[in-house]
Each structure stands twice: as C-alpha cells, then as structure tokens.
C-alpha cells in the first residue's frame, strides 16, 4: 500500500509535467539580472556624479538625492515583493553619501536573492532575524547544495558538520545520529524544514541519518540569537532544512551511486516552471548492509571486526511540492514529504562488564508530512505568511534475546509500537513604520500525540499542546546600524499522560510549564563592506514527553516535574571581507544555563533526567573562507568551547570536545575535473556509557577526498574516499564508528 501511495504521487508529478512541460516556462531569473544590473549601472553613474558635485551645490546635491532615492525606493519595494525584509530607508535629511551607500546594500541583498534563486532556494521555507540580509548578518552557518555535493554528505548529520561551533555525536545504542551546537543537543536545538518543526512528539528529537539531502537547497544552521518568530525550544539556535524549488522551465537530475558496505543509492528530481505556477518531486531510496570498521579495532566477543555487524540501512524518499505564485512575491505552496526506512542497531562492542548488550532491529521507521505555506504580499510593504502542517510518525522496535536476532522469550525483549502524531499552524505579519522601522509578529500551536504499547500490552495515550508568540522589531538608527529588538513567550500544557501499572492504564501527574523570551541585537556595517554585530538573547526550552514520563525500558525512572531549560547568550561576531579573494568571521559567545536537564545516574543502568542545576558555555569561533586563485578555493574553521557546571550536584558535561578544527580546499585548474579534500579534527570529549561509567573519548581526525569528471554534457562521474587514514574513533563508548571507506557514482542533469 506504501509503495502503491508512492508511485501514486510521482505518476500525478510526471502527468503535470508532461502535461504542461511543453508550455513555454519563464526565467524570471534573466530578468531579475538585467534589472540587478541596470540599478548597478545607475548606482555607478550616481556615484561618479556625486563626486564632481561642489559641497556648496544645494541644487546639484538636491539631485544627486532625488535619483537615490528613486532607486532605493524601487529596489525596497522589488525585495518587498519577494516577501524579504530590508532594512529601512535612509533617514529624511541625509546627506547622498548616506543614501547611496544604503542604495549600495539594498542592491547587494538583492543580488542575494537572485543568486539563491537561481540555485532553487525555496525561499518561503526560511525563517531569520529580520535584518539578515546575508547569513553573516545574523550569525547564520548556510550550507548549500553545491557544498553538500561536493563533501558527498548525503545526510543532514553529514552536512552540518563542517559548520563551525558544531560536532556531530551519535547515539551509539539506539544507532541515531545526532548534533551538539555549542554544547546544546537536538532537544535543545530544533529541526526545522521550511519553517516547519520536525521531530518525533515523544521523544523530542530526530534520527539526523533518517534526513537525506537529495531535495535540499540549503541547511541553515542558527546559533546565538534565534528569531523569535521561529518558535518554541530553539535554546541553542535552530536548523532548518531548505528544500528547492525549479529554475527551469522544464528539468531534473539522475544520480546513481555504490560504495562499500554494499551501499547503493539512486535518486532523482524533477520540476517545471511556469507563469503562475511550478511544481517539483524528489524521490531517493539508500540501503547499506553493512559499513567497515577500522582495521585497527581491536576485535571482542560481541563484534568480530571487519564489517560491522548488524548495521544494515534502508531508507526511501519521496517529496512533492505543487505552487501558485499568482503574482511576483506572493506564493501558495502544498508540499508532501512520505520516508519510509528501516534500521538496524549494532551491539554495544566494548569491555565495560556493566553494561547490558542491545540486540534490536527497527523494521519500520515511517514518517509522512503534508504541510502549505504561503506568502501574500499586501499594500505599503506589508505581508502574511502562514503554516499548516500535519506530521505522522510510525515505528516498530523489535528487542532480541541475543546477536542473533531471532527470538524474543526473554524479559528485556518485547516489540514496541510508536503511532504519532503532529497537527500544528503559525502565521507571522509583517509591516514597515514610519520608513525607519519594521515590525513581524508571529503566533504558533502545536499538539503532538504519543501512543506507544508492546504488542500484547494497551495503548497509553500522550497529548501535549504547545503554545508560542513573538514579536520582533527592526529599527534603523543610521545608514550603517541596525538595532533588533524582540520578544516571544511559549507555553506547554500536558494534557493526557498514561503509563501502564499491572496490565491497566493509570495516569501520570500532568503539568505546564514555559518561559519569556527576550532579546536586543545591534548590527553594524563597516565602510570596507564588513558586519558587526552584538546581541543578547534568553531561550527556553520546554521538556519532550520521554524527558517527564518515559522509564526508557527499565533503564529510568520517570520526572514529571522537570521543569524548562533556560540560557541566555551574549554573543559579539565580526564578519568582513579580507582584500578581494577571502572572507573572515570571527565569534565569541557565552551562555548561562540554568535547570539544565541531564541524566543523573542513581545506579549502574538506573537514572533520572533532572534539572541538574547551572552550567555555563564559553566559545570562539573563526572561519576564513578564501579564493587565492581562480582554480582554488578553500575554508578554513576552528571553535572552542569550554563548559562548567556551577550548581549542585556538579555532574559531568558530555559529549563536547572543547576544540574542533576543520579545512576544505577545491581545485579545479584541470579541464572538466574538479578536485576536493578536506580534514577534521576534534580533541577528546566526556563521555558515559550505559553502564554510567565516565570515560574519556579519544580526540580524532578524519581525512576526506573526491574527484569529480565531467564526462559529456550534464553528465559526471565521481569517486570519493572518506576517512582515509582508516582513523578508529567513538563518538559513543563503546560503538565504533566508520573506518576507510569509498563510493563511486554517477549524476546526469538535464
């Protein structure tokens, strides 16, 4: 029935294309360039008048001003239209140089805009401080497609790594891979795509290596001051999965691949755009038996080395998005996204005796999301976005006696049942005032439903309903400054909690809990083109329904009284161009957070999630991003972050290393080959197994390189090795990760 539904929906894509593929597409595009360049053009002349004009000129200086203005009001109100925010006009009563230099960066943000067009950015899916023209502007990491493709990241996990400030972590017993930003997890640091919050309702967080990014434009990873308007729970900034949109009238992409572990991939788009309307479709399916260990793992009687036993991998995609753009900047978007996959667990393969071996398996990890997002463009600059969304989730966990998977008599075997889901909507309103001000407003509801049971045992039933608000304010002070100033509160309310005692159905104690969430930044432009900024902000997050009531298979005991996380950050960032080929940005931060939840083990495989008191996060962050040549390119990161605990009881703070320093270089001074390498490195981390035993990960680096080969026209061939050095390292006691690996593949674009 799946599968029938599956083919079902790419059968309605392929009859819209072939139905209306032959009707003659626009390129906005083109013409958005020519536009872009003519207010280019103009600017310069602008810029050359004004220099011969006599200070003591009122006339000439009267029309200097008339001719910026005029341009600035039409560049404003071409943003406007694609439902952006720009900074508002320049002061009454400013002298040309100001009004030019504000004409300047209007037409720099609308170059953006057309570039990320013209890579099928959806840009309806992005969420950011009202003042980001750029990402630099709002401390945002952005990860595009020709980025994911040329690390071959195929998983969101994958993808974000290289991003300053994060560190990819991997939840070894339940095989999920996960992130920490900054020392925040994915409970704390939200999925988002297109604006819509993503995650299973019960446990509060996602399998990072379910999301594929085959239909992604670009990954947004927020860290510092996260809009208000995003929602609820972005304590420690948010991710948000961009998908594309098409930039021709009529195409799509092949893309096969094979690898070891007998990995093998295929998957492919396909759009058509059109006056008034678009439509595009992804469909991608991955599977692995298997991936190989480094040869220097020490084999044990729960894995004998080679390839990793018990880590097969199956995972299906499909995504549809159908689109009216009625006229230029509104838009009325209806996408379906259905995953199907299956999962298996490898068994812990350490030598903590205390620890109890896993043998499980999921059979079905489902998920299926329909939501519509739209963008009305409304008289004098306003506009309304709204999302409705619906998210189900379903899985099966199946717990085995032994390694060898075929029996369930003993006690810690069972098979469990997740049926889940989410129904929610937001709207946010915009609206310039008074020419130097522009306020957004944004409202949220949220219910997600959790009902659980082994086979053979009731359904217990879960409801909670989350509320959130924001309002946030953009003021310009001066040509070059900007002050961001917002406020937002949430609100959670556990409406049905049940948990099985004997055989039947009782309830837990239910409860509320939220938080107020305010913040003030100030950004600066620099006359060589750089940014400055410094903000302040304070996030709460709001406990997952696993985090109150679960008991986690026996290994936990329940804390219906947790209450929110709180932190609150002061970040200081520094972005500018360094002579005419490189990029520099440099961060600092520090966070307090307060009830920070924790596992607080009572005993060997016993704990409780508690509110383990006060910690606080310190960091840099540096990136440079540089072009010395036309054939090479290249990035270099680094960030540091140091951690403590200041309340009582002192418990240990995990899966952080405190440096991490990564570099990418690309040559492509070769005829049709371009070249890739990058390295990694992270220092060692804390770490607890299952056992609760605390352990000192060791710290690794990791070595990446593809070489790519355009064959004929629209068509490549890749090879690409990952971790050369066949480095053996954990990101979780215990459970080791991917030794020397490699993958060959192939991609047509037409």
Known sequence: MIRARSRVVVCLLVSVVVGFG???????????????????????????????????????????????????????RWIAARGQTSPAAAPAGSNPDIVLAHVRALIDQARTLTSASEQGVFYLGRVDVAVAATAAQAGVSSIGAADMQARDADT?????????????????????????????????????????????PYDGYVDLDRFVTTDLSEIRVTKGMTSVLIGPNALGGAINLVTRRPTEP??????????????????????????????????????????????????????DGGARDNASHRDAKVNVKLAMTP???SEYTLSYITQRGQKDVPAYAGDDSLVRPRFWRWP??????????????LPRGQYVRGRVYYDRFYNELDAFDDNGYATMTRPSSFRSIYDDYTTGASAEYGVPLAGRQTLRAA??????????????????HFDNRTLSVGVEDTITLSASATLVAGIGADRQITRRAENLVDDAIASFPLGRTGGVNPQIALFLATPRGGQFRVTASRKTRLPAIKDRYSYRMGSAIPNPDLAAEQATTIETGYDTPVGRRSNVSLTAFYTAVNDLVQAFYLEPNLFQLQNVGDVRNAGLEAEWRLRPVRAF?????????????????????????????????TFTGLPHVRLMASVNRESSRDAQDDGGLLLDLDGYTTVDAKATVDVARGVEVSIFGSNL?????????GFPEEGRAVRVEARWRF
């Open 156 to 200: 969101v996990g994958e993808a974000i790594e290289a991003a300053p400030g994060v560190t990819l972590h991997r939840v070894g017993p339940r095989n999920e891979a996960m992130v920490y930003i900054r020392g925040f997890d994915l409970r704390q640091v939200p999925l988002f795509i297109d604006g819509v919050p993503v995650y299973v």
């Open 633 to 665: 390119q290249g990035s270099i990161g680094y960030s540091y972050l140091h951690r403590r605990s200041v309340g009582e009881p002192v418990v240990p703070l995990l899966n952080t290393p405190a440096h991490k320093a990564f570099g990418s270089v």
């Open 364 to 377: 079905d990890w489902n998920k299926d999301s329909v939501y519509f997002v739209s963008n009305t463009i």
């Open 250 to 303: 009529l195409g799509g992409l092949v893309h096969v691949s094979y690898g070891s572990g007998n990995e093998r991939g295929v998957d492919a788009d396909l759009g058509v755009l059109h006056r008034g309307w678009y439509a595009y479709g992804t469909a991608s399916w991955i599977a692995a038996d298997d991936f190989p260990l480094s040869g220097a793992f020490a084999p044990n009687a729960l894995e």
């Open 327 to 329: 006229h230029r900047g």
């Open 443 to 460: 409202g949220h509801w949220k219910e997600d439903i959790h009902r659980e049971h082994n086979i053979g045992d009731p359904i217990q």
């Open 22 to 76: 032959v009707v003659r597409g626009v390129r906005a595009q083109s013409a958005d360039a020519d536009v872009i360049a003519r207010w280019t053009r103009a600017l310069a002349a602008l810029d050359a008048r004004a220099a011969t004009v006599d200070p003591g000129d009122i006339s000439a200086r009267a029309g200097v001003l008339t001719a910026a203005r005029a341009i600035e009001d039409e560049v404003s």
């Open 725 to 733: 050095l066949d480095e053996n390292y954990e990101l979780y006691a």
